[in-house]
């Protein structure tokens, strides 16, 4: 079929789709369509017709303006209409339009909701009638009352009649990701056609929804992303800079922070979000053709969701997709492979806040050029979920992204507004029933001892469930619940072949006074039950992908007791709402020696560089004093006055104690090191989450990238330590030295210029992105380690410093089967001599996502010696069992000597023969030393996924290696990780503060 003819049908079929589309309405329901009586902005829609590149990418929702003599279009700030191409507004230009709808007319208001890191505002648009934004307040208190129905009693006959008064909320949000940019424009139509237009469609929308929106939620990375468009527009010929920050911290994983709550736009949408009391959160992504409401998505579904909840994702997406196709709008589909596992997703706020979350995937260009799109085979297939699939190859620009986008939202709140008494009936339906949750399914509470020994972790804890909206209680006098006995994990081997012994099935628990209580019977419970409980993903689930990490469980990532209670007498625990999380802390006792213990608590590391003159030393043992017992690591603090401890303490929530004198163990310095924080223009993201630790811990550092490290004279001179974070995507060692290739194209600069004056913000900067490390830096990085420096490495850097030459004696091996997808893993604490485990107990769990796999080789890496014959395990083919010695006719026995034997984490001891005349034998001092292994395969899984778990079980996760004077410290595991894991950040604190007494303890060596 030639071009000309296809499009000739398109239309007619067009034509005849939205002929037929006022039949397909049901009884009362009003069909889309304008209103004949309104004149349409004929300027404005000849340009939208002229921007759609086909007639079937539009509808009779936006194929066309509404006109108004008194509010401006969003031609007035763009100087074009939304969607045209060559036009990305600024955020600032956004609002500006947002705020003119404001001013013109009463049916729109904005509120700032609060700032980004970098400072920039943040809003939310309300678009509603006249009527309903003048009653914004007593329809709040009405949604109140649903969102909270214990302040109703359960009423059901009551809820009813709210939901018949009450105009629901539905929350809109945009631009989230930042090369994702269509979404402003489209919202910016979209507020001023809610606002403007007098269809009944849209009127019915207007006078029975509140429509709320946030047209940009990531405001630095938007500014960031226009800067970039505009300079390829000046440089249209060349290559343009790839988008290598977003946020201050985080790029796409600024959509994975919704249970962690760290940064400001996850915070300033979940207040705006619970402030409003929304019945819905639909964010606006793009990234597949044409729109893929992806919130139906596939299994498995997060475990904690209401099934109700999952019965609206049903309803609301399907009827969706039969709207739009209904339309002729080809490539809208529901269900895909998105899983909704993880509750990481800023739209998961609403999902487990008792409101519907929503996510459309539509089509953008990643900016405004119009573009001829080629799509995968897998993109175009018709599938029986994708009956009217997008097309192989088309012209697709900016406009028809705004037309799915726009169509896709007033389709959605026309279907909510005519559902509306059912959506908030539901609404308050599954807050109640969060509320019954300690009858229903369980558990009735978790508890976080009083006795914890890491009350700043515990804290930190708590204040994500503030954040999260969760209500903490605190026990005014010890209880104790009963519990049920948990069995003992056995091998497979083992299990089912012993009988089962007698046991009494529950235990009693006592809690001391001072506990947190976090009740189940409340309307959030829903959020704390799926951040605090475990999780576990079946290798046999049909899933083989999952969407991202698997497991997540705070209590274990925070290193603090949780206890999941599912005894309901917990509720009558004598307690008391907690207004504001506060630690036991500042100085205690009489004496002349600071003594503060080590439990490995992020806040010490706080705690040595603010008293930065202060002399702090490590005591390598434990040892007691006043009746009380001190760990390894524990702090003893000289030269400062206890006044300025007092107030550091107080303000950090740690517990020092005065001691009659210095303890008789070894000590060492603890030191406020210089930090040297790399990074490459690769990516920013993975090593973002560091950041954002070292930044909330106030530690300071040096961020410096890979290409400057070649200029750095001497590297010592200026920094003990190099801290290289994980690059991310599986960065190889070859990309990290050469970087992106620079024998072709144009230079990517990453600097302000009045073109681009965004991008630098408060990262770093570079005339050209593209060098990476280079072979002068590898030299500049072996040298500082030479010479006495630490370096850091994590992962993918872990394989870089391993290809570097500079971690003899350890292997680092690629796995088979194995698949661990971001899980909590168990671990195991080897050498608790070592600085680096200061704190610690014999375990930790720990966040893995698929090693790498470490293993110790006891020699520099030599050719592994050929073996003739069989392998042999047991004992040879002989006389006598299995049990049994074989013998040589005509002669004694000869006794074998023992082989040597070694677990996985170890060192493989040598044998005499491998010993004799072989300088690759590494001697003991410069063996690795292994700090941290993985839990053997039984103990593995925490929380999560693990196949084939037995690759990476016993095998070490945290490696100090000998290098020259200094040290290489690998880590398999991912210490600093979105916010998630402040139980294993001490890891890496530890090291930087004993950086240069990392042999204590050791072994096996002189210091
Ligand atoms: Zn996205």
Not at 234 to 242: G, M, R, T
Request: some cysteine; charged content about 25%; hydrophobic content about 35%.
């Amino acid at each position: 079929m030639s071009r000309k003819i296809f499009v000739k049908l398109s239309i007619l079929l067009v034509a005849i789709l939205v002929g037929g589309v006022a039949a397909a309405w049901a009884d009362n329901e009003t069909a889309p369509g304008r209103d004949p009586k309104q004149p349409v902005d004929e300027a404005y829609t000849t340009k939208i017709k002229k921007y759609t590149t086909e007639p079937y990418f539009s509808s009779p929702l936006v194929d066309y303006l509404p006109a108004s003599k008194t509010v401006p279009t969003p031609e007035a700030v763009l100087g074009d209409v939304a969607g045209a191409p060559g036009i990305l507004p600024y955020a600032e230009e956004v609002y500006k339009y947002m705020r003119l709808l404001e001013k013109a007319s009463p049916r729109v208001k904005v509120f700032s909701i609060g700032t980004t890191e970098e400072g920039r505002e943040m809003i939310a648009v309300a678009v509603s009638s006249e009527e309903n934004l003048k009653r914004l307040d007593a329809n709040r208190a009405l949604l109140a009352k649903l969102a909270d129905p214990r302040t109703i009693q359960m009423n059901d006959a009551e809820a009813e009649k709210i939901a018949g008064q009450a105009v629901p909320v539905y929350y809109i949000t945009g631009t989230i990701h930042s090369p994702e940019t269509g979404a402003p424009t489209a919202l910016m139509e979209l507020a001023y056609r809610l606002a403007v237009d007098e269809s009944p469609y849209i009127k019915e929308i207007r006078d029975g929804v509140i429509t709320l929106i946030t047209p940009v939620v990531e405001v630095d990375g938007r500014d960031r992303m226009v800067d970039i468009y505009r300079w390829h527009l000046a440089h249209p010929k060349e290559f343009y800079p790839p988008l290598i920050y977003w946020g201050k911290y985080v790029a796409h994983d600024n959509n994975r922070d919704a249970m962690g709550v760290t940064l400001k736009l996850t915070e300033n949408v979940l207040n705006t979000y619970v402030d409003w009391k929304a019945q819905v959160l639909h964010d606006l992504h793009e990234s597949v053709p044409y729109l893929y409401d992806n919130t139906i998505g596939d299994g498995p579904y997060n475990a904690w969701i209401d099934p109700i909840l999952a019965d609206e994702w049903g309803m609301i997406g399907w009827r969706n997709v039969a709207d739009m196709t209904k339309f002729g709008m080809p490539g809208v589909f529901t269900h895909g492979d998105f899983d909704t596992w993880s509750p990481g997703y800023l739209m998961f706020i609403a999902a487990l806040h008792n409101g519907i979350s929503r996510l459309y995937e539509t089509f953008g260009n990643g900016g405004a050029d119009t573009r001829e799109r080629t799509l995968e085979p897998e993109e175009y297939a018709r599938t029986w979920y994708k009956q009217n699939p997008p097309l192989p190859k088309t012209l697709w620009s900016q406009r028809d992204n705004n037309n799915y986008e726009e169509t896709g939202l007033l389709t959605s709140l026309h279907y909510f507004n005519e559902n509306k008494r059912l959506f908030l009936t539901n609404f308050y339906l599954k807050a109640k029933r969060s509320i019954l949750k300690p009858q229903a399914e369980g558990p009735a509470a978790y508890v976080l001892p009083a006795s914890d020994t890491r009350p700043t972790l515990q804290a930190d804890l708590l204040r994500v469930m503030e954040k999260q909206k969760v209500e903490i209680s605190r026990a005014t006098a010890a209880f104790s619940v009963s519990m049920p006995v948990k069995e003992e994990k056995k091998d497979k081997k083992e299990a089912g072949s012993k009988q089962k012994e007698e046991k009494p099935k529950t235990e009693t628990r006592e809690f001391p006074a001072g506990s947190y209580i976090i009740r189940m019977d409340q309307p959030y419970s829903r959020i704390a039950d799926a951040l605090l409980d475990h999780q576990y993903w079946s290798p046999d689930d049909p899933q083989k992908t999952p969407y991202d990490d698997t497991g997540w469980t705070f209590g274990e990532l925070f290193n603090v007791q949780v206890v999941r209670v599912t005894d309901p007498k917990v509720l009558d625990a004598s307690m008391e709402r907690v207004k504001e999380i506060r630690v036991r802390s500042g100085v205690q006792g009489e004496g002349s020696v600071l003594a503060i213990d080590n439990n490995a608590e992020p806040a010490l590391a706080t705690l040595r560089y603010r008293l930065k003159n202060a002399t702090m030393e490590a005591a390598e043992e434990e040892f007691e004093a006043g009746g009380r017992k001190f760990h390894r690591g524990t702090f003893l603090i000289k030269g400062v006055s206890r006044a300025d401890l007092d107030t550091a303490t107080k303000d950090l929530g740690l517990e020092a104690v005065a001691i009659a004198s210095a303890p008789n163990v070894p000590t060492h310095p603890l030191q406020a090191a210089r930090i040297a924080f790399l990074h490459t223009w690769l990516g920013t993201q993975t090593e973002g989450w560091w950041r954002l630790a070292l930044d909330k811990l106030q530690i300071p550092y040096d961020y410096i990238s890979t290409q400057t490290i070649a200029n750095i004279p001497d590297l010592n001179e200026k920094y003990d330590v190099i801290l290289f974070p994980p690059v991310g995507w599986g960065a190889s060692p070859a990309a990290i030295i050469n970087g992106l290739p620079t024998g072709w194209g144009n230079p990517l600069p990453w600097m302000n210029t009045p073109l681009t004056p965004n991008l630098v913000g408060k990262n770093d900067s570079t005339p050209d992105m593209r060098p990476g490390l280079g072979w002068e830096g590898v030299a500049k990085l072996q040298r500082f380690v030479e010479k006495g420096g630490v370096l850091v490495s994590v992962m993918d850097t872990a394989r870089f410093a391993s290809s570097i030459g500079l971690t003899i004696g350890v292997n680092i091996g690629s796995s088979g089967k194995m698949k661990i997808v971001g899980s909590v893993l168990g671990t195991r604490f080897v050498d608790s001599a070592s600085p680096i485990a200061y704190g610690y107990g014999e375990k930790l769990s720990a966040y893995c996502d698929d090693g790498p796999i470490f293993s110790l080789t006891g020699t520099v890496s030599g050719r592994r010696q050929r073996h003739l014959g069989p392998e042999m395990h047991e004992r040879p083919t002989g006389r006598g069992t299995l049990d049994d010695p074989d013998f040589v006719v005509g002669r004694p026995v000869a006794k074998a000597p023992e082989q040597p034997e070694a677990e996985d984490w170890e060192n493989p001891p040598l044998t005499d023969e491998q010993k004799h005349n072989n300088p690759r034998v590494i001697p003991p001092a410069q063996l690795p030393r292994v700090i941290l292994r993985y839990a053997d395969a039984k103990d593995l899984l925490v929380s999560g996924l693990v196949e084939g778990g037995g690759e990476i079980a016993q095998h070490p996760a945290v490696v100090d290696v000998p290098a020259g004077k200094g040290h290489v410290v690998l880590f398999s595991i991912n210490p600093v990780y979105r916010g998630e894991t402040e139980g294993s950040y001490s890891l890496v604190l530890n090291t930087v503060m004993n950086f240069d007494s990392l042999n204590s303890g050791r072994k096996d060596a002189a210091k």
